[in-house]
């Protein structure tokens, strides 16, 4: 682990969420608003945004995953 890793997440989140920027409309000085934007981008990131790397969103990937598992056996007789 290094800090380049947390240096380009933090860059990601600025360059994705002008909000940071005090030099925009969309600045807030609530922390609450903050917060509420922060859990917004990071579902956006994680779970919609399509990454270059995999091509796919991470929702697709879990789909991937659930349509591979075997069925549950029927128990019993």
Do not use: W
């Amino acid at each position: 682990m290094s800090t380049s890793y947390v240096e380009r997440q933090n860059l990601n989140l600025r360059m994705g969420m002008r909000r940071f920027t005090r030099l925009t409309n969309a600045f807030n000085k609530s922390a609450e608003a903050h917060y509420n934007m922060i859990a917004l981008y990071v579902i956006f990131h994680n779970f919609c945004r399509d990454h270059k790397t995999l091509r796919m969103t991470v929702s697709d990937i879990g789909d991937l995953i659930e349509a591979r598992e075997e069925p549950p056996k029927k128990r019993g007789s």
